[in-house]
């Protein structure tokens, strides 16, 4: 389970960084892009079974937001369902074929199994609702007025803000690389049937992260920019 790291050297400085993970990063998006671009290549108004399953899947994405969120926010769905089917892909490359794919160092598994990638997205989402935040309530997003109540509730919600991320990134990094380790004890046990039933079970792990990942961050955008915050 080692990762393909690579340094360099910039200004007299090192800087390493883990090469599989920005390999199957840009294999995951390539093809959420591809996907994307034959589902809505040719749309029409009686639409064809790949344009009616994408439909629901846009479906789900709107009701997940109307559930959880004014109906007004359904601008923040781009992002939501981004980061909703890069993660679900992600998830699913580490159980995928692409892993036998034999490399120098270390293996091509999900790039969710590397801190440093849901970090990164759990970065983007506190920039994200921060700045939606602030845009829809200038400087009422964190102090209201000057109060000693109204600092002290400023300090709890920076401290929220660290936290939160934090939480993000561990929560789905532990639990893909939890499973995939798993699944390397299993096929270490016995390759043909021991690894099958633990794979089922981390394709569910896969689509539960992706959705607990989902549902946080239209939580934490929702209460960024909710008229109760």
């Known amino acids: 389970m080692e990762?393909?790291?690579?340094?360099?050297?910039?200004?007299?400085?090192?800087?390493s960084v883990n090469l599989d993970t920005i390999f199957t990063m840009w294999f995951a998006m390539i093809c959420i892009i591809i996907f994307a671009f034959c589902a809505t290549r040719k749309l029409s108004i009686v639409p064809?079974?790949?344009?009616?399953?994408?439909e629901k899947v846009m479906e789900f994405f709107?009701?997940?937001?109307?559930?959880?969120?004014?109906?007004?926010?359904?601008?923040?769905v781009p992002l939501v369902a981004?980061?909703?089917?890069?993660?679900?892909?992600?998830?699913l490359m580490g159980q995928l074929p692409l892993r036998i794919i034999q490399i120098k160092h270390g293996e091509l598994a999900s790039p969710t199994n590397d801190i440093n990638m849901t970090a990164?997205?759990?970065?983007?989402?506190?920039?994200y609702y921060v700045g939606a935040g602030i845009i829809k309530k200038k400087h009422k997003f964190l102090l209201h007025d000057f109060s000693f109540v109204s600092i002290v509730m400023m300090l709890v919600e920076l401290?929220?803000?660290?936290?939160?991320?934090?939480s993000l990134a561990i929560r789905l990094f532990a639990n893909i690389f939890a499973g995939e380790i798993l699944?390397?004890?299993?096929?270490?046990?016995?390759?043909?049937?021991?690894?099958?039933?633990?794979?089922?079970?981390e394709i569910l792990v896969a689509f539960i992260q992706a959705t607990v990942f989902m549902m946080l961050t239209i939580a934490y955008v929702g209460s960024a920019t909710g008229d109760e915050h």
């Not at 393909?4 to 800087?15: A, E």
Request: aromatic letters at 12%; a positive charge; charged letters at 10%.
């Open 3 to 15: 990762h393909w790291v690579y340094t360099f050297q910039i200004s007299n400085h090192s800087l």
């Open 48 to 54: 064809n079974k790949l344009q009616a399953a994408c």
């Open 62 to 76: 709107w009701g997940t937001m109307d559930t959880m969120m004014p109906p007004d926010n359904r601008k923040h």
């Open 82 to 91: 981004s980061l909703f089917l890069f993660i679900l892909f992600a998830n």
């Open 120 to 127: 990164a997205m759990a970065i983007i989402v506190l920039i």
């Open 159 to 166: 401290l929220e803000m660290i936290t939160r991320p934090l």
């Open 183 to 201: 699944v390397s004890i299993a096929l270490g046990a016995s390759a043909y049937f021991m690894p099958l039933p633990v794979m089922l079970f």
